[in-house]
């Protein structure tokens, strides 16, 4: 009998859940089935949730803001996917949770009836020096299959971060604004022209980085920007 390498890597470094550390994979089924798959959408920027169709930035959202809609699969609150977002953000060896990720996206996308439509799938970029110190971007993880799913191309080279910049964790509201003004660059603004974008990310919080990123798109040309997310965080200041 031949073993495919996945097989024999299972057999070498057997995986377990990091809920409930039965061996398998990393998220078994039943921890899964735990976390709740949002069945509406909201404002991306709206502090006091706003339910809007299709995630569709508000009237008065629109105003100040670039992002056109958001769908985000799951809330943060929930502590398994805390715990899971964190983890992938850290333990590069368990880059595999992308496809959990990914599949609580596919999951929320299925329960809306949603397929949406894009010129290109973008992930939000990292900057060089953190790409190589953790090996790998964990939005691009994520980029990379839904974009498989979705069938639009992806384009992970185009949208770049030129600085690198404090963590958003601990900041408040206007210093995470502050803190991605100015640090993303589209390198060919001419492939923007005109096309529906869309960003992917595991969390949004306050939203400013996507939206730095939706800015640097429109500015390039973008005629749309929408988004994508695991989950959705909520701060107080
Ligand atoms: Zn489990
Ligand atoms: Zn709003």
Redesign the pocket.
Known sequence: MILSYATILDILFPKFCIHCEREGSYLCEDCLSLINILEEQY?P??QIP?ITRNGK??N??AKLKNLDSLFCAVSYENLLIKKTIKLFKYEPFIKELSKHLTGLIIAHLQILKEKPQADFVIPIPCHKHKLKKRGFNQATEIALKLSKFLEIPLLDDVLIKTKQTPPQMRLTRQEREENVKGVFLCKKPEIMVDKKILLIDDILTTGATIEECAKILKNAGAKEVCAIVVARGIINN
């Open positions: 404002c920027f709206c706003k930035t508000c008065n959202c």
